[in-house]
């Protein structure tokens, strides 16, 4: 650790320090402007399709991603790519299906559909859900710079958990959902550059350039995905396509960190085109993503294997290490840095979002104090963000016993995730579904994810397929011993009578 920390110069250090300034500056530069809860949640409702795009591409790829992902592509190979193929199954059912409920004005949260469609218990429950997984998912990603920063510059994981957790709650603090917003475009742009720039320099130190990285990925069998039927099998072809498509539909349409992106865009047609524009964008910056690891692969087959070498602990260790003994001088302090803004970009929209949750379906639903002011509430919203901060650092160290970055996120994703999918799929498209119905089928989901994933060897990528689909079944049966709902009960709340389109 001591030799690869002195390969990181004052250089390094300064232009560290200098982006994460930028960054810190940005987020707390929009403190100005704020006057209520629509303002400091919804960005005032202003965003355009482009802007809205990228955030919610930012939101899935993050700090995290740009450790992950090419970590995946270097240890087993470019099969998770295909992850992607989801995102063809659930885009088109968020745009067509569940913004056109979501966009109403007076939603704040995707959870308050719920209450209208069911019961204040369920979206109780359903936002207390996303709460703790988020918790979890967030401490995933102030984990990750952690892990970089301790391999590249030896500074403890504690040091930089604390440093990434306490910057991105301050200017998350003040700055709101536009610091969240315009600190993502910013952090897309650099993370996409800065793992572009990487693999074209891997490519250009290996002998044989790009033929010689497809003839290693080959030998060294990278670029297989199973076909097998068995979901014990960690990655195949049908967990990557039907397995994927719920595990995308968890975090683009029930997630409230999405949801509100989406309610930051300034009319329903705009969110739209936003998540059709980042379905464009997804593989090719997916494919850069995954692609730089498979080039790594190759790169240190001809130069000497770190991880087999026990210059690293493990593979989400390789685009640092790759980073600090590879590139020019000034290079790996950006770089680093990039990786840590961007995860404070994705926890700054993560605690946002909590915050959010917690005053919108808890505070002003369960404990009603309509003569609060604008001006208090807005205080309370700063008190909350700055606690769920001071929580996700604590969760922060206990991350690395989930396995990789890359399983710990989707396992996290998943769990809590996929229940909760199929209680919004329940409601949205079965009129039959009653409220006792979806919470026997909430609860039943979530059991036996539960079971899955701790007591069985099933992949994780099947994980949110079967919760939702369990507590879609139980809801539906045990929907039928109960009262159907009354047609005016169901008024915008079911397909057979979603809201009318509108601008």
Known sequence: ???????????????????????????????????????????????????????????????????????????????????????????????????RFYYNSRFFTAYQYLEERFSVHLRTLASASFIVRVLLWLAAATYAPALALEQVTGLPLWFTILCTGVVTTVYTTFGGMRAVIWTDVMQLIVLFGGQLAIALVAVARIPGGWAQVVDLSLEGNRLHVSTSLDPTVRITVWGLILGAAFMHLVQMATDQVSVQRYLTASSLKTAQRGLWLKLVMVLPVTAVFYGTGLILYAFYQVHGDPLAAGKIAKADQILPYFVVTQLPHGLPGLFIAAIYAASMSTISAGINSLTSSTLVDFYQRLWRRPDLSEGTQLRLARILTFSYG??????????????????????????????????????????????????????????????????????????????????????????????????????????????????
């Open 390 to 503: 001071a929580t996700v650092i604590f969760l922060a160290f206990l991350v690395e016993k989930l396995g990789t970055l890359l399983e710990a996120t989707n396992k996290v994703i998943s769990l809590i995730g996929g229940p909760l999918i199929g209680l919004f799929l329940l409601g949205m498209l079965s009129a039959r579904a009653t409220a006792r119905g979806a919470l026997v089928g909430w609860i039943s989901g979530l059991v036996v994810t539960l079971w899955i994933c701790f007591g069985t060897r099933v992949s994780f990528l099947w994980y949110a397929f079967v919760g939702s689909v369990v507590t879609i079944a139980i809801g539906m049966i045990v929907s039928l011993f109960d009262q159907r709902p009354a047609d005016r009960q169901l008024d915008g709340l079911t397909w057979a009578r979603r809201p009318p389109p509108s601008d």
């Open 1 to 99: 650790m001591t030799q690869l920390s002195q390969t990181f110069t004052l250089l390094d250090y300064a232009v560290f320090g200098v982006y994460l300034l930028l960054t810190a500056a940005i987020g707390l530069w929009f403190v100005k402007g704020q006057r209520d809860l629509n303002e400091y949640f919804l960005a005032g409702r202003s965003m355009g399709s482009v802007i809205v795009s990228m955030t919610i591409l930012a939101a899935l790829f993050s700090g995290i991603s740009f450790l992950a992902a090419p970590s995946e592509g270097y240890a087993n190979g470019l099969a998770f790519f295909f992850v992607n193929l989801g995102f063809f199954v659930a885009t088109p059912l968020t745009t067509l299906v569940f913004l």
